[in-house]
């Protein structure tokens, strides 16, 4: 399906509908971010992250409290891991994964199965790219992996944790994704980059994955 660029207040539907990055206005619906236009489908290319029950997410741990800790999760509002919750404990500045239990209505979310991630680079992309980051059912990071041997952690939040392998090339293929994911060819292109890149290294070039692999937490790429 072919994909148009649009700008904010370009017009997405004649009928008030609940979109995200779209507003309502005199009965109809109208892009309130850069977004791509795909049929009926908007998608938009900024925006800051909004906790969900179920997502998974990777936070930084930013306070320690009596009752647990408060997470940093990329996004305008708290969130909080209560001490009941914890089976380790963690300092400040701790990167963890874990999944959102509850939302309150101010948008405060209440984290459950945190897990410390360790031994690998933490990089920040728009929350609404991290879908063009997975590619459909998992494509564009099944070909990161295969040519890189990382494992590549990826939070609904705009977090992505990547560690073994050839991290470097890793991020730069990800950097590259978040910032071409507006554009048509892209898997084709992150392709020839991983292709070429990776040769330049003749130890780097479709590097095996390792032995023993981190598993990914339940519900993160």
């Known amino acids: ?29 109208f892009v309130s971010v850069v977004s791509l236009k795909a049929g009926d489908k908007i998608i938009p290319l900024k925006g800051h992250y909004v906790p969900r029950i179920g997502d998974y997410i990777i936070g930084i741990i930013s306070e320690e409290r009596f009752s647990g800790y408060e997470v940093d ?9 209560s001490a009941r919750d914890i089976r380790e404990t963690f300092q400040v500045g701790d990167v963890v994964s874990a999944k959102v239990r509850m939302v309150d209505e101010v948008h ?18 728009e929350s609404v790219k991290v879908p063009r980051v997975i590619g459909r059912n998992g494509s ?36 590259k994704i978040s910032s071409e994911a507006h554009t048509s060819g892209l898997t084709d292109r992150i392709k020839e980059l991983l292709e070429v890149e990776s040769k330049k290294s003749p130890q ?14 339940a519900g993160m790429y």
């Open 1 to 29: 399906m072919e994909k148009q660029l649009i700008l904010p207040g370009a017009l997405a539907a004649t009928t008030p509908r609940r979109m995200d990055g779209c507003y309502v206005d005199d009965g109809k619906t």
């Open 204 to 217: 780097n070039h479709v590097a095996p994955r390792p032995a023993v692999q981190e598993r990914p937490p």
């Open 108 to 125: 405060t979310a209440q984290l459950v199965e945190p897990r410390k991630l360790f031994a690998g680079r933490l990089i920040e992309i």
């Open 73 to 81: 999760i990329n996004a305008p509002f708290p969130s909080t891991i």
């Open 140 to 175: 564009m990071l099944a070909l990161i992996k295969e040519y890189t041997g990382s494992d590549v952690f990826v939070g609904k939040n705009g977090r992505i944790y990547v560690k073994n392998g050839d991290i470097a090339l890793s991020v730069m293929a990800l950097l």
